[in-house]
């Protein structure tokens, strides 16, 4: 009898998971495609005298000419820029 109610039981279960996949399937998002894919290139460069004044004309030159600044760790700007 035990064995009866586990089978049956265990039948409820997947019943109402089969029904609860087709009721949820419609309301998943699909997942995200990239459509444009932006491709980068990369310059880094050492910071051979520190001085505020040469650090803000090297950053206005590069901006300039289309490059964005990302890192800039210790001695070393890196810029980016679409290819």
């Not at 001085?51 to 760790?73: H, P, Y």
């Amino acid at each position: 009898m035990k064995k009866v109610k586990l089978s049956i039981l265990f039948l409820g279960v997947f019943l109402a998971g089969c029904f609860a996949a087709t009721v949820i399937q419609p309301l998943v998002v699909p997942p995200a495609h990239a459509q444009n894919t932006v491709h980068y290139e990369y310059h880094c460069q050492d910071i051979k005298a520190f001085s505020f004044d040469a650090l803000n004309t090297d950053l206005n030159r590069f901006g300039a000419a289309g490059w964005d600044l990302v890192n800039f760790v210790g001695n070393k700007n890196c810029f980016k820029r679409p290819l």
